[in-house]
């Protein structure tokens, strides 16, 4: 090649790699500009403001202790008028609330449907985030069965060094030391089968027994909001109690597991040898309902919807839905849908519109 020739490729390829820099650069500069209006978008956003009057039913975790990239640990949120409630706290509870466009800061009571570890793993993180994003000056009341003292207590013990930390890094100013943690307050069940936790105006939330023995106790709730009723089962067998408390209810949000996807896992157990899993999948079904009995219950209740929840085993596809509802829609003839994570179901005040759609 003539040395001209070479001079003229060899500047064209400067110039390429300049433009190539450049390309970057301003790749990264919009990067950054779209990554700044997110963020104020985000900051600025306030999601419960745009709802109207009523019960609102968010899902920040519909799965089991099974792993599942649709749906976390156990976890339910509820925003009544301006209250906004948590059932339950499995892992990954506090951020799929950030997702669900709640500020955990406003966190105004924890209330937890037995003591299982997946219903509460999350408990620790979600108490924090809501002190520090909060600034809260009281600790969130936990509301569950016998035994939530040693769980919010345990928790008080574990975060101890961490809950120090925080105050000496941010200012008590900005984290105030008496609002860590949680107030644990334990919801004995009298005679009947039901207590009443909240009766505040226009709300109420009734507890409930449920039968997910050897778990005991172990509860639902019943929340009513001015003429709008939402009830959670809980982990339970088929109950009468469940049957009961939703009767006329606008949404029924039951726990489901389906044996017929159970056994293609305990298949696979089998071969792999995996011997104590396969006792504990056969454990498991005896106290847990199937998405039939599920129905069952909703059509006997005249519920005006049924969300299916803590869905096992995970779903990971869409064409595995129909498998797992089985004849669960032909039971339940009203709305019916199987939980994913950033579901939400609006129920407005002063009327029977219930409003399904998804946050993310």
Not at 74 to 85: F, K, Q, S, W
Not at 206 to 228: K, L, M, N, S, T
Not at 249 to 278: C, F, K, N, P
Request: proline letters at 7%; a neutral charge; charged letters at 20%.
């Amino acid at each position: 090649m003539r040395p001209r020739a070479r001079r003229v490729l060899l500047g064209l390829a400067a110039l390429a790699a300049v433009g190539i820099a450049l390309a970057w650069t301003l790749r990264a500069e919009l990067a950054l500009a779209v990554a700044a209006r997110a963020a104020r978008a985000q900051l600025a956003a306030d999601f419960p403001a745009t709802l109207p009057d009523g019960l609102h039913v968010g899902v920040c975790g519909a799965g089991s202790p099974f792993p599942d990239p649709r749906r976390g640990g156990p976890c339910t949120l509820v925003l009544a008028g301006g209250r906004l409630l948590v059932f339950d706290a499995g892992a990954g509870a506090t951020r799929t609330i950030g997702r669900l466009g709640f500020d955990t800061g406003r966190i105004d009571a924890i209330l937890l449907t037995h003591l299982h570890s997946d219903h509460l793993d999350g408990l620790g993180e979600l108490m924090l985030q809501r002190w520090v994003a909060g600034s809260r000056t009281e600790p969130v009341p936990v509301h569950g069965p016998p035994g939530v003292e040693d769980v919010v207590g345990g928790l008080a013990r574990a975060y101890a060094a961490d809950r120090g930390y925080r105050v000496a890094h941010h200012g008590a100013e900005f984290v105030p030391p008496g609002g860590a943690g949680g107030t644990a307050r334990p919801v004995p069940i009298g005679p009947g089968g039901r207590a009443t936790v909240i009766a505040d105006g226009e709300l109420e939330v009734v507890a409930f027994e449920v039968d997910h023995a050897p778990v005991h106790p172990a509860y639902g709730y019943r929340i009513r909001y001015r003429d709008r009723v939402v009830v959670l089962s809980g982990d339970t067998k088929r109950s009468d109690a469940v049957a009961r408390e939703a009767r006329g209810a606008d949404l029924l949000v039951h726990e489901a597991l389906s044996e017929r996807l159970l056994r293609i896992v305990d298949e696979a157990a089998a071969a792999a040898g995996r011997g104590s899993l396969r006792k504990i999948l056969h454990d498991i079904v005896d106290y847990h309902a199937s998405p039939e009995e599920a129905a069952a219950t909703a059509r006997d209740a005249g519920v005006g919807a049924l969300l299916l929840n803590h869905v096992v085993p995970p779903v990971p596809l869409d064409a595995l839905e129909p498998v797992f509802l089985g004849d669960a829609p032909r039971l339940f003839t009203g709305p019916l849908r199987l939980a994913r994570d950033g579901d939400f179901v609006s129920l407005p005040a002063g009327g029977r519109e219930i409003r399904f759609s998804r946050r993310f």
